[in-house]
């Protein structure tokens, strides 16, 4: 075998577990999410049914999101729960956490009057 030939046979081998693995990587296209969500006024652990006046939603992600969520918000950002002792991870009203090995959650809430975000979980 020519040199050039197996230099090229050695790139295209080394390469191509590269470009497989970058594919898997998040390249901005939209995926499906798992999760549930809640409408609801009042606050979280003291809710009635949502109103023209006062109503918010509640989201709760798992699975994949929720893990590369969990990884893209950082270290930086985790404490302790004073409640359940959990490591959590929190930015604003954001909260991720891993409750099993491998098993991710983030919450969020949204205030659907003003906008804003709310915080997603309680103690």
């Given amino acids: 075998m020519r040199p050039q030939i197996a230099i090229l046979l050695v790139i295209g081998a080394t ?3 590269l470009a497989l693995s970058a594919q898997s990587r998040d ?15 009042l606050d979280l652990g003291d809710t009635l049914p949502p109103t023209q006046k006062d109503s918010k939603l509640n989201l709760q992600f798992e699975g994949a999101m929720a893990q590369k969520m969990y990884y893209y918000m950082g270290k930086s950002s985790e404490h302790r729960d004073q409640c359940s002792g959990q ?13 099993d090995p491998g098993k991710y959650g983030c919450s969020l809430g949204v205030n659907l009057k003003t906008g804003k975000t709310t915080p997603g979980t309680i103690c």
Avoid: H
Wanted: hydrophobic share 25%; with cysteine; aromatic share 10%.
């Fill in 87 to 99: 490591v959590l991870r929190e930015r604003g009203d954001l909260t991720c956490f891993e409750s």
């Fill in 15 to 17: 390469c191509a577990p």
């Fill in 27 to 41: 390249d901005g296209s939209r995926k499906p999410l798992q999760g549930t969500y809640s409408l609801y006024s």
